[in-house]
Every structure is written in C-alpha cells, then in structure tokens.
C-alpha cells in the first residue's frame, strides 16, 4: 500500500470514527462538520448519494447548513455506509486480487 493510500485508509476511518461519535453524542456543530469532512475526502461518492437523493424526491440540492437538525442525524448512517463501500470497494478489491 503506497502512503496516498494509508492517509486515504486513515482519513476515512477517522470519518466513520467520528460519524459513529455523533450518532452517541450528537451536536449540530458536530454533525455538520464530519459530514462536510466525509464530503471533501469522497466528493464523487457523496455527490452521487446526494444527486439520487434529490431525483427520487424530484428536490434540489439543499445547503448542509440550512438541514434540519434530525435530517442531519439520519445522513450520519447513510455516510458511514458510503464510508464502508468505498473502503471495501477500494481496498477489498485489491487485497481480493493479491490473493
């Protein structure tokens, strides 16, 4: 695993670390920049979940700032998976075929 690598690993993990803070101890503040961290870090995979969201709600993209309290809880779970899948995807993919 080259270094890009082990930061990509180790930025990801530190999301889902403290995604999984927030769904304990949950502040606006809090949730807000985690999902803002896991935005910058996977902006193709999050662009992706938001742009489905907003075609089968048939809505337009919605500021992270301006989200309700609870739909900002809710988004916790769903970035956690993008979190896992791109991790899995990745990196499972090559360990899967060194062996």
Do not use: W
Request: charged share 35%; net charge positive; proline share 1%.
């Amino acid at each position: 695993m080259q270094i890009k690598d082990v930061k990509d690993v180790i930025d990801i993990t530190k999301d889902i670390k403290d995604l999984t803070a927030q769904k304990k101890n949950p502040t606006r503040e809090g949730m807000v920049k985690v999902i803002k961290s896991v935005r910058h870090h996977l902006l193709l995979e999050t662009e992706v979940y938001e742009s489905s969201l907003c075609a089968i709600n048939r809505s337009s993209k919605v500021n992270i700032d301006n989200i309700d309290n609870n739909i900002l809880y809710e988004k916790l779970d769903d970035y956690k998976t993008i979190c896992f899948g791109y991790l899995l995807n990745k990196y499972g993919k090559e360990h899967y075929k060194r062996i």
